[in-house]
């Protein structure tokens, strides 16, 4: 049951939308990124991030049984860090991102764009459902290192740094939360419950594609500014 429905997952287009988001491209090649830029991106990346451990928190509490419960908690264990706070994800990326010099409050005090909040919002509405729920965690999962890479490929053209330990974490952790997610949904389900799954994965996706959409929004508006073309 389970190949099927990953292999649904990592075929499905909204996906390839995502992972294949212009934003991406643009970070890697544009010319005219510039610090500025990407401290935005810093800034509204941290919602999401500082929420994903409420997530899974809420989520455990509201699973079908302790088989689920427990594939999940070991996702909650390492984005806390396994025991140590300081090695928590939030705290890694916040250390990171100052490290290389970027504003402790522009990475983790800027107001969220409407797409963020509306991202965030629903991270915590799909908590309160078993399936929505897994959906929007195994969805996450097989997309979050195309993702998490992007934004290193930025801070790294802007500051020159190679070493990101946020980034790091990330490519070292993903694999064992792509596992940890395909053993919460180990047990034989219905067609209605894969169907639900699959459909909360896309759901979550089209967010996420709404985020970046509003990420590169916010790049074409400092790229046309009077200011910046007078730079």
Not at 76 to 87: A, F, I, Y
Not at 100 to 106: D, K, L, N, R
Not at 150 to 162: A, F, N, P, W
């Amino acid at each position: 049951m389970i190949p099927t429905i990953r292999q649904a997952l990592m075929k499905d287009n909204r996906r390839a939308e995502l992972i294949n988001h212009r934003f991406f491209a643009r970070v890697k090649h544009s010319p005219d990124l510039d610090r500025g830029q990407v401290a935005r991106f810093l800034g509204q990346w941290w919602h999401p991030l500082h929420f994903f451990p409420t997530f899974l928190s809420r989520l455990v509490s509201n699973l079908r049984d302790i088989e689920m419960k427990t594939a999940v908690s070991k996702i909650l264990w390492e984005e806390l860090g396994e025991g140590k706070p300081d090695r928590a994800h939030e705290r890694v990326y916040v250390d990171t991102m100052t490290a290389v010099g970027f504003p402790a409050e522009a990475v983790n005090a800027a107001a969220p764009l409407p797409a963020t909040e509306r991202l965030v919002q629903r991270y915590g509405e799909a908590a309160t459902d078993c399936w929505t729920g897994l959906g929007f965690l195994y969805g996450t999962e097989v997309a979050d290192l195309a993702m998490v890479s992007g934004i290193g490929v930025s801070v790294r053209r802007v500051t020159g740094e190679k070493q990101l330990p946020w980034v790091t974490i990330h490519a070292q952790q993903e694999p064992g939360h792509i596992e940890s997610a395909q053993e919460a949904i180990a047990s034989e389900l219905s067609e209605i419950e894969i169907h639900k799954i699959h459909e909360a994965a896309r759901e979550m996706w089209s967010l996420w594609i709404a985020f970046f959409d509003a990420l590169d929004a916010a790049f074409d508006a400092r790229e046309h500014a009077p200011e910046h073309a007078q730079a």
